[in-house]
């Protein structure tokens, strides 16, 4: 991949701040915008490694018509995400077949937020098909088709508003693709689809309808890529994501109203490959358009290295 291509992101997950009129901030952490230029490739066949360093930070909190909450949130979070990824020789439907895995590492802040001073994020990983000789009306395409699952295994207590962990499943198919328009102007985009299981352990608030379970709406998201290399192993781009929540999320009584989210960033990135196993890539992401959850800015720093 000479982008990583999943990654689940450490957003900021509410599981009850009391108090404030809103409910919803109930969505696991989602990839949102981790990944972009070139996301639809792979370095090559073999095993390879990225590490993903990434700052958010945010003093917003938007309710469901998008208008700040009140009072002086601040939220930081500091991620660590390493990602470990094989591509095998062996082919299925003319697709190398791969599997990828996933362990984030996250320090959390909030003022005047009860954090979980825990660092350990859930685990994921899924299989994979990676097409790289395809063509589109003419033009190289290299796509991928992947089923992610994160499991339960990050470190979760419901006495904090912000945990590390999410307490419980999300199954997440997606489909990427770089389509190379010129042999300089490429697109890359990945669009997933988000399924969590409930989180039967969590504290009444009014973000969860003051329920002691939720279950987060199913979701749509998609980070997108408009890439041009200047130069040879050097491309700059514009990139960012959309989230849409299509269902609201369930608690303990049905459906919990108004809980639906969403968000859409954009902002420059570049990358650039120092050689054919090791490349490096740097970005910054401004989010708007928010609903039911915190708005701010997303800075990340990757590096890739195929053995």
Known sequence: MKRGWFVLLIAVVFTGISGVPSHAFNQPPLNLGLTDILDGGVPGVGTFFTEYVQAYQSDKFKD?????IP????????????QLVHVYKHKLLGAHIGVDVLLPVVSISGNGIPTNPDVLGDLTAGPFLQWLDTKLLGRPIVQRLELDFSIPTGQYDKKYALNPGSNHWVIEPYYAFTWFLTPQFSTSWRIHYTYSTKNDDVSPS?????????????????????????????????????????TEDEGSSGDISNSKEQVFAIGPAVHYFFSDKFSAGLKTQWETSTENRTEGNRTTLRFTYLF
């Open 71 to 82: 009072g002086q949130p601040e939220i930081g979070v500091l991620l660590s995400m390493n």
């Open 206 to 246: 009014p973000f969860n309808g003051f329920s002691t379970e939720v279950t987060p709406g199913q979701a749509f998201h998609f980070n997108y890529s408009f890439e041009y290399e200047f130069f040879k192993g050097f491309r700059g781009a514009v990139a960012g994501y959309y989230l849409k929540q299509l």
């Open 64 to 68: 469901q018509d998008g208008n700040d």
